[in-house]
């Protein structure tokens, strides 16, 4: 990946604000003691969950009549769903680096699943926590290079999907230091869940921050096995673009006709066919069950957090990170900007802040969730940060501004599913695609009158206008993200 100066720049100025923290630990230490001197509330605990590859349809609480999904329909029930959730890259690596940094990756530098690391000058927002006072831990699928050697006071993780889901090879550490990977038996979400809520219980006086980041229902989509006869003889509807798969896509440029996460094709650029999907009833019931295993989970930390008397003390988010195609236009996976791939769960509970029931309908993004956790702990937001915190829609306030649309950028080419690179622009009525490199292809839609995406307008005179307009934002977009990236 080549740097660009602007980069360079950014990642000096992330430096000196990582810098900053040490400097800021005393003020922070002293903050604290006055605070509870004073008779102010104590900061949140937060539990930050996020699935992978969790549809927002993919709950009970939105409707889906198959999978029942209790506990996540809790958060959102007892506090507020975001309804237009979106993240920036529908790809597992550099969806997590955006969370924990709030940047796209163009800037981190986590563009793509190759093992990329957050380069050491770039913040997590757990290391502004710590500094505050919190204690931080994260369990599951870290994803992200060599995360398990940031500064976390404990660490129980794994680099990614490709970990056995019944032989689980996860590091362990704390402070930077991680000891070799190790082996152990038991089905990983069960088995991660377990370790958290013991990490969770330890007598401790200052807040904390627990990162739970599951990996169902990712594929290959092995059932835990008390779920082994999960769902039998249910019926899958099938999607209405099903079968526009055989009539060659109309209006469907090569780009989306040639990517190869089809269901029932072998992925030519896949590591393992155990990626692939080989039927609509296997793939959805298989991918149902892993959500239904990871609701589970969550119904353990509910428990703990109430046998703790901590429960309506602690802020729980709950987010993925990505969407996935269960069926439409034959697909499956992600990576796309079609709607079922960059549309997440977002909901979060707090009680003592949010009304319950609550919902918004405002366009949020992955990029948001880093200056959320540090507004609810009240902790400034560096500038740097490209998200925006979420906690006026959590008051229920109306924001005095908020975007009206956003970037989306994906780098993965030739790689996995053989999706080519793309950029695009979603506001809250159009979305306008970019295949950038030859052949350059484009497709665009009006969401309010096609919320399927089934008519590609790109072409269309009638939409010459808006054409040129959403590609002068996407231009403006780039800029305002710092985006030189040009691989």
Known sequence: MSEKPSRRDFLKTSAGALGGLSLAHHRA??????GAAAGNPPKPNFIFVTTDGHRPHALSLNGNQIVHTPNFDRIGREGIQFRNSFVVNALCLPARATQLTGLYSHNTGCIDNKGRVIPQEVPLFTDYLREAGYEVALFGKAHVGKLGKRQWDYYFGYPGASTDYFW????????????PPQTYEGYVDDLVTDRAIQWLKRRRENPFCLILWFQSPHAPFFRARRHLDLYNGVPIPKPATFDDDLKGYPGKPRAFADADNKIGTYAKHSQTIANCARS???????????????????????????????L???VIMFTSDHGFFLGEWRMYDKRLMHEPSIRTPMLIRYPSLIRAGSTAEK????????????DLAGIRIPEWMQGQSLVPFLKGQAPKSWRKDWLYEYYEYPGPHNVRKNRGIRTERYKLIHYYEAPEEFELYDLQEDPGELHNLYGDSRYRELTQELRNRIDELRKETGDNYDG
């Open 280 to 310: 609509l009833e296997e793939l959805t019931k298989d991918y149902y069950a892993g959500v239904k295993v990871a609701d589970e989970n969550l119904g353990k930390v509910f428990r703990a957090l109430t046998d703790m008397g901590q």
């Open 363 to 374: 366009m949020v993004l992955n990029t948001d969730i880093a200056p959320t956790f540090l």
């Open 168 to 179: 689980p090879v996860i590091e362990e550490g704390s402070q930077g230091e991680v000891g």
């Open 29 to 34: 230490s002293a903050l604290r003691a006055e």
């Open 312 to 314: 309506d003390d602690t």
